[in-house]
Every structure is written in C-alpha cells, then in structure tokens.
C-alpha cells in the first residue's frame, strides 16, 4: 500500500509540473502531455501509434480520467498541452476561464446498458424491479454518469434503485466491474464495448432521457510561451486528430459526422 501511495504522488507530481518546464523527451524528441476522457482510451491509443510513425520527432504522454477531474487538473495548473473531453460543460467552463486556446467539437455517442456475458435480465425494467446493483460513472466527475444519472431521472429509476447503484472512477471501471460479475448491470457509451469480452449489451438507451454527449478536443491555453518546434508538434498533432483521426474513432463506435 505504501508503493502504491509513493507511485500515486510521484505521478500526481509529474502531472502538474509536466512537460512544461523543457518539452523535449531524453530522447530529444518533442513531448506533448495529452489529458483525454477514459472512454477514449482505446482509440486514441491508436491514434498515438499511427500519429508517431508519421512525425517521429514527437512523443504523446496520455493521461486518462474523467472529464471532470481532468479539467480541475487543467484548473489547478497541470502542464497538459491537448485536452480531449467527453463533457461539454467541462469544455465550456475551461473556455470561459480563458484556459483554451483552440477548440472543436469532435463527434457524439450514444449511452448503452451491459450486462456480463452470462446476464440473466432481459430488459432494463426487470433489473430496475429487482434487487441488482448497477454501475455508472460518479455524476459529478464522469460524463458518462451525468448521461447515466439524467437517463435515469428521467425514467423515474432512482427511487428503486436506492442503495443499488455503484459509482466509478470512470467508465472503465464500469466495465471491469461488469466483465468481473461484481456488478449485475452498468450504463456506459456505445463506443466502449467495441472489443471487449465477457460484456453484452441489454439495450440503448434512447438518446431523448440525457443530453446530448458531444466530446470535443482542446488545445490548452500557454502554447504561445513554446518554442517553435513544441507549437509546431502541438498543431501537427491536433490537425492528425481532425483528419486522419476521424476514421479511427469512427472505427471504435463514436458517431462521427461525413
């Protein structure tokens, strides 16, 4: 426990001071401290792997959370160059503060309910009349359970659901909560289940119960203070994303716009 305590701050050390203070890798390459939604971990692992072979003078570093908890990061002076969000509001209250200096909305998604691959329930309503637990992400740092939670609001489920809903970290953890049996259901994006084992989906749920999930990609107020070559690895990495990127998430489930 210990260990892990030590690790814990070293890590939280490094997120804050960054890259900031040099950007150069001891390698030499240029390294750009990227934060992004959990939910896009996958894909954009891809995108790393495909965006170094082409620019090989630059190296990604991920950080990967809720949206929410990301942003306070970035609030409190995390040295995070690029900043992917499964929130619009979290987007919008780093604009408001002055923090983003470039911002596009990137694609949308859907929230789905899961179940372990050998789930008894046939529909959502028989798991809410019963006595399962459900995991969503913690309302107020995980997108995904803000969806979650308003889909629920809106389905009147939360007063039988008392006492039989598990909040996570991130959907992540959602997953691994279902996929391990120690949860009977969790609602989570489309886009996450691509690829994964031991998890089927019940159904969606239908996009009228929570707001729109739009996500968006940030390039985080302080690239003007970089040398040429940093803004230059920032630009090429952002406009990798806004192209060549698209077709990868599309690839993983998110609604991307033709």
């Known amino acids: 426990m210990k260990k892990i305590l030590v690790y814990s701050f070293i890590l939280l050390v490094v997120i804050l001071t960054g890259c900031k203070a040099t950007g150069e890798a001891s390698d030499g390459k240029v390294e750009l401290t990227v934060s ?18 082409v620019y090989p003078y630059v190296k990604i570093n991920y950080n990967f959370g809720g949206s929410g908890t990301l942003r306070k990061q970035i609030e409190q002076g995390a ?13 919008q209250l780093l604009e408001e503060k002055g923090l983003v200096e470039q911002g596009d909305i990137l694609f949308q998604n859907e929230l789905v309910v899961i179940q372990p ?25 995980v997108p995904a359970g803000t969806y979650a939670y308003q889909a629920l609001d ?35 994006y489309a886009s996450d289940v691509i690829g994964e084992k031991d998890i089927k989906v019940l159904e969606k749920i239908r996009s009228e119960l929570y707001d729109p999930i739009n996500y968006y990609l940030a390039v985080i107020e302080g690239k003007s203070k970089h040398s040429g070559e940093w803004e230059e690895a920032i630009d090429d990495f952002y406009q990798f994303v806004m192209s060549e990127g698209m077709g990868i998430f599309k690839e993983y489930g998110f609604i991307v716009e033709s």
């Open 117 to 141: 691959v050998d789930g008894e329930y046939g529909s959502f309503a028989e798991f809410v009349e019963g006595d399962g637990k459900l995991a969503i992400g913690t309302p107020e740092a």
């Open 36 to 53: 992004a939604a959990a939910s896009m971990t996958d894909s954009l692992l891809e995108i790393k792997e495909n965006f170094e072979s």
């Open 154 to 188: 809106a389905l009147e489920a939360l007063e039988d659901l008392e006492n039989r809903i598990v909040y996570t970290k991130d959907v992540r953890q959602v997953l691994t909560f279902v996929q391990e049996n120690s949860v009977d259901m969790g609602i989570v």
């Open 79 to 91: 040295g995070i160059d690029l900043f992917f969000s499964a929130s619009e509001k979290d987007f």
